[in-house]
Structure formats: C-alpha cells, structure tokens
C-alpha cells in the first residue's frame, strides 16, 4: 500500500507542507502549499487502514478518509476525488480549513498511539485541486427540470452546499446574500492565508454555471421579507449565520477608539480580491493589541503581522489551555511572532491626544479546579498592567443579530438563535427550514456544509412530498 509499504508510518514522518513563518507572512497566500503528488502518495500511505475508522467517526460529514487515503497513495486520483466528493460538495475547503486537530486527525490512531496522525486534511484538499485542475468536477446538470422553487437566504457554506443538492435534483434555486459576492465567511471572513478566495470563487462559479441564481446586495428583512419570499417559493431555507459582534464593556471602548474583527478581516479580504483600497483599516507600523482567544482573534493577529505592524499581542483572560481558539492556530501565530498575553483582562482602554494609546488590563489568575466546573479566572490584587496600543481589534465572538426577517410565528431557541425541530432543519414555519450557524450559533464550515446538505435532503422530501399532495 502506497510507495511506503503497509507500515508507512514507520519510516515516514509526517510531513505537511506548510511555509517557513519568514516566508509566508511577506504575502496573503495559503500557508500550507501544495504539496507534489510523490508527497502525496507518500503521506495518504501512512494510514494504516487500521479497521476502527475513528478519523471518519470524528469527521462532521463522516468522509470515507481511509478509502480516500488508499487510493491517494496509490496514484489513484480520480477513484479518490469520486469518493471525497460523494459525501462532501466542498471537499478542498474543508480539507484547508477544517480545525483537523480537533477533529479527523486528532481521532487518526496514529496519533492516539503516538506517531503523529497522516495530514487527513492536506491530502483532501490534494485531491480537490487536483480534480477541479484535471476538469474532473462535474458541472451541476439535473437528470430533470422541475418547476418548484428555494429560496435560500444566506450563500455561505450551508447555503452554498444545500443549492448545490438542490439544484442537482433539478429544482430552482435562488440565493439572497446582502453581500456584493457569494461566499459567506468563507469569502469575507477567513483570510486568504488559510483559504485563497480563487478556491471559494470556484465553488461559487459552479453553483451559477449549474443554474443557481445570486440575489446580491439583498438584505431579507429589509429589501425584501421572508413572507415575500414565502410566497415566491415553495420551499425557504434560512442559512444566514451569525453576525452580532460581542463588545466589549470597558471605559473608553466604543467606535472610534476600537476595530470590529469581522470589519478588519473584510477589508484586507476586500484588498485580496483586487478591490481598490477605500481608506480601509490597515496595521502597517501600528501597535496592534487583539482581545480575544478565538480563530477570529487568531485571524486578526495574523493580518495584523502581514500587514507589517510594528507589534502584535493577543490579550486573552484565561490560558493557554482555556482558550476557544484551535491550538494549531495559536502555534502558526506564534511562529509567525504574535506575542500572547494569557491571563490578562481588558480593563479599559487609555487615550492620548485623542487617539487610542494602551490597554489597561488586569492580571488574572485560574480558580482552583472544582469537579465539574470549567475553572473561574480571579483578578490578581496589583497585578494591573498597560499594553502600548494605537490600534485594538475586538475579537469577542459573534451572537444572532435580531433577524430583520423574522415574523413572529418564527421561533428562537433561548440563545436567539433559529429553533428547528428535534433531529432535523424545519422550522415553527410551515415550508421554512433553518442550517448553519443560524441554528448552532458559532460553528465551523464543516458543520454548515453537513446542515446544507441534511437540510437539502429534507426539504427535497417536503417538497416531493408537496408534488404529490400528501405531507411530508
Ligand atoms: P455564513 O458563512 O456566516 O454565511 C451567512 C451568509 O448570510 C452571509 O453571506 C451573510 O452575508 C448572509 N446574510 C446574513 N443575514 C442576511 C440577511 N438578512 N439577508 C441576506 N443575507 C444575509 N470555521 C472553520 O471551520 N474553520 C475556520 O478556519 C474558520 N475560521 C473562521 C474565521 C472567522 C473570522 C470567522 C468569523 C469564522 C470562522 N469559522 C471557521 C466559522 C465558519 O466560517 C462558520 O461556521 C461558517 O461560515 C458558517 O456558515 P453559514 O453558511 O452558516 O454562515
Ligand atoms: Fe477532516 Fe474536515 Fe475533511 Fe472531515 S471534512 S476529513 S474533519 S478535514
């Protein structure tokens, strides 16, 4: 198996393609490269086929990785995309963005007994490349035509993923985005050095080329209501995310003296996708402190560093080891020279002359462990201390924003995100349905692309269902 032999493993480490740090922040190119197909072969051969699949357990979308993994090692590309994308309609996005420690790789029984898990993710996105590079992606052409309608409200990856079942099974689709491009998050909030936008705009081609429609620049609540889409089409999808910043409560804080996350990565996304600058917020020769500890945050830092800051520090209150953010996020940052500062509490942000000078934070120290109990963080008496900063960036993680959209027979969960019922997507609306971060809150891409599809699959049924007058 493979150019390795069976153990594989053995004799080859695993190796990931990934960019000196002195490199890689010169530019906003993907940091992990591609790697040659001999790197390849040599890498899918490291799996063991070891029989208990736990990398395909741990996966959102339950990828048939070791099938994949034996035919990469083999040269077998195409056999190895026909499987990747039966279960997946976006396998190179998530094989490049997907947190794999946490998920496939971190399961992989390599790395459970101590050999370092096979680049599960880089292998994917390999062959993604590879297929959409060999004109192996099939263009979205339905068997047959049919007159029902989706309208689908949201084209990020759990709206992008349901149009694509959708409009395979020959229905039409309309997407309505308040955005001037299709994408989501994955076009205006993940940078381009872990996702270059060429490798989302081709997703989002394909989508229209099979006959999905883009409604842009349409807000659903304001343009146009969700009852006007209701009696427009026969079936809704609601997949509009999450996007209520959370601020932060300190003296001083406030527009103005703060950037919003989400603000600063969309404009350098904006400056990636060729788009004249518009007097956008920059870093260049700043002090840049970043709150949070999040992939947003760790986001931030790393725009900040390629923008040629003169300093960059994330300030987080818990831990290293407390932190929401991906461990192997923090390490590419780290590498890249952001400087953390753990344990320290945003206490107020301190001016001079009018424009933004430090952060006043306090120092924090972990409770003592309690069963059961995540640990509580206590200020340290004394320990209060100032950051230099002439830029900050809130990076506080995101909520549901009050749905312009919403009737009022919709229903919420208490996090004010969209309820859906138990085990599926529809909502309290009859012929509506909800996927993605609009009904997990803040997840991952993986998880909307499982929701789209899922949702896909059961408003097809609804719809049939509709077709042949009985309920679904
Ligand atoms: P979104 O991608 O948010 O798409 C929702 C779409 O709906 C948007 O295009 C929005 O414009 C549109 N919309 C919203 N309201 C309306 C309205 N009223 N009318 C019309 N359109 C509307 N996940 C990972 O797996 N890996 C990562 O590395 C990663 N990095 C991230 C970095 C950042 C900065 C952020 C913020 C998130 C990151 N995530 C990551 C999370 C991931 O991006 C989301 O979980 C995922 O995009 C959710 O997909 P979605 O389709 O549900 O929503
Ligand atoms: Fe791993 Fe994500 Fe790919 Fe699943 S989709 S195999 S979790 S990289």
Same mark, same amino acid.
């Given at each position: #198996?493979?150019?390795?032999?069976?153990q594989g493993?053995?004799?080859?480490?695993?190796?990931?393609p #990934?960019?000196e740090?002195? $490199?890689?922040?010169q530019?906003?190119?993907?940091?992990?490269?591609?790697?040659?197909?001999?790197?390849?072969?040599?890498?899918?051969?490291?799996?063991?086929?070891c029989?208990?699949?736990f990398?395909q357990n741990a996966?959102?979308?339950?990828?048939n990785?070791p099938?994949?993994? &034996? +035919?990469s090692a083999?040269?077998?590309m195409?056999?190895?995309w026909?499987i990747?994308?039966a279960t997946?309609?976006?396998?190179?996005?998530c094989?490049?963005?997907c947190?794999q420690?946490? +998920?496939?790789?971190g399961s992989?029984?390599?790395n459970? =007994?101590g050999?370092?898990?096979?680049?599960i993710?880089s292998?994917e996105?390999?062959i993604?490349?590879t297929?959409?590079?060999?004109?192996?992606?099939?263009?979205?052409?339905p068997?047959?035509?049919?007159a029902?309608?989706?309208g689908i $409200?949201?084209a990020?990856?759990a709206?992008?993923?349901?149009?694509?079942r959708?409009?395979?099974q020959g229905?039409?689709?309309?997407i309505?985005d308040?955005?001037?491009r299709?994408g989501?998050?994955?076009?205006?909030g993940i940078? &381009?050095? #872990?996702?270059e936008?060429?490798?989302?705009?081709r997703r989002?081609?394909?989508?229209? @080329?099979g006959?999905?429609?883009f409604?842009?620049?349409?807000e659903?609540?304001?343009?146009?209501t969700?009852d006007?889409?209701?009696?427009k089409?026969?079936? $809704?999808?609601?997949?509009?995310?999450?996007?209520q910043?959370?601020?932060?409560?300190?003296?001083?804080?406030?527009?103005?003296?703060?950037?919003?996350a989400?603000?600063y990565l969309i404009?350098?996304n904006?400056?990636?996708?060729g788009?004249?600058? /518009?007097?956008?917020?920059?870093?260049?020769?700043r002090?840049?402190?970043?709150i949070g500890?999040?992939d947003?945050?760790?986001d931030?830092v790393?725009t900040a560093v390629?923008?040629?800051?003169?300093?960059?520090?994330?300030?987080y209150r818990?831990d290293r080891?407390?932190?929401?953010?991906?461990a192997?996020e923090?390490?590419?940052? @780290?590498e890249?020279g952001v400087?953390?500062e753990?344990?320290?509490?945003?206490?107020?942000l301190?001016? #001079?002359?009018?424009s933004?000078?430090?952060v006043?934070?306090?120092?924090?120290a972990?409770?003592e462990p309690?069963f059961?109990k995540?640990?509580?963080i206590?200020?340290?008496p004394?320990?209060?201390?100032?950051?230099?900063a002439?830029?900050?960036?809130?990076?506080l &993680?995101?909520?549901p924003e009050?749905?312009a959209?919403?009737?009022?027979e919709l229903?919420?969960?208490?996090?004010?995100?969209?309820a859906?019922a138990? /085990? &599926?997507f529809?909502?309290s609306l009859p012929?509506v349905?909800?996927?993605?971060?609009a009904?997990?809150?803040? =997840?991952l891409?993986?998880?909307a $692309?499982r929701?789209?599809?899922d949702?896909a699959?059961?408003?097809?049924?609804?719809?049939?269902?509709?077709a042949e007058g009985?309920?679904?």
């Amino acid at each position: #198996k493979g150019p390795s032999g069976p153990q594989g493993f053995v004799v080859q480490p695993r190796r990931l393609p #990934k960019a000196e740090a002195s $490199v890689r922040v010169q530019d906003f190119g993907e940091i992990i490269v591609k790697p040659t197909t001999e790197n390849v072969e040599v890498q899918a051969g490291r799996c063991t086929d070891c029989g208990v699949p736990f990398c395909q357990n741990a996966c959102p979308l339950q990828n048939n990785i070791p099938d994949w993994l &034996g +035919l990469s090692a083999e040269d077998e590309m195409r056999e190895a995309w026909r499987i990747a994308s039966a279960t997946s309609t976006m396998p190179e996005i998530c094989g490049r963005i997907c947190p794999q420690d946490r +998920l496939c790789e971190g399961s992989c029984t390599l790395n459970q =007994s101590g050999w370092e898990a096979v680049t599960i993710g880089s292998v994917e996105a390999f062959i993604g490349d590879t297929a959409f590079d060999n004109g192996w992606v099939e263009p979205i052409r339905p068997l047959h035509e049919r007159a029902q309608s989706v309208g689908i $409200v949201g084209a990020g990856p759990a709206g992008m993923a349901a149009a694509d079942r959708l409009r395979e099974q020959g229905y039409q689709v309309t997407i309505y985005d308040r955005h001037d491009r299709p994408g989501g998050l994955l076009i205006y909030g993940i940078p &381009g050095f #872990k996702l270059e936008k060429r490798v989302v705009q081709r997703r989002t081609d394909r989508l229209a @080329e099979g006959g999905v429609e883009f409604v842009l620049n349409c807000e659903v609540g304001k343009d146009v209501t969700l009852d006007q889409l209701r009696d427009k089409h026969d079936a $809704v999808l609601l997949a509009m995310g999450v996007y209520q910043a959370r601020a932060l409560q300190a003296p001083g804080a406030g527009p103005g003296s703060t950037v919003a996350a989400l603000d600063y990565l969309i404009h350098q996304n904006r400056r990636d996708l060729g788009e004249q600058d /518009g007097g956008w917020h920059h870093a260049e020769g700043r002090d840049v402190v970043v709150i949070g500890g999040g992939d947003t945050a760790m986001d931030c830092v790393r725009t900040a560093v390629r923008q040629g800051a003169k300093s960059v520090t994330c300030l987080y209150r818990r831990d290293r080891d407390n932190m929401p953010g991906s461990a192997r996020e923090v390490a590419n940052a @780290e590498e890249e020279g952001v400087v953390f500062e753990w344990l320290g509490a945003p206490k107020a942000l301190m001016s #001079k002359g009018g424009s933004t000078s430090a952060v006043r934070a306090a120092r924090m120290a972990l409770s003592e462990p309690e069963f059961g109990k995540r640990r509580d963080i206590v200020p340290v008496p004394d320990g209060d201390f100032d950051l230099p900063a002439d830029m900050v960036i809130e990076a506080l &993680g995101f909520e549901p924003e009050a749905f312009a959209a919403h009737s009022p027979e919709l229903s919420l969960s208490q996090w004010n995100t969209v309820a859906v019922a138990r /085990g &599926g997507f529809a909502t309290s609306l009859p012929g509506v349905y909800a996927a993605g971060d609009a009904v997990r809150g803040a =997840s991952l891409v993986v998880w909307a $692309v499982r929701d789209g599809q899922d949702a896909a699959a059961e408003i097809d049924r609804y719809l049939k269902a509709q077709a042949e007058g009985v309920a679904a």
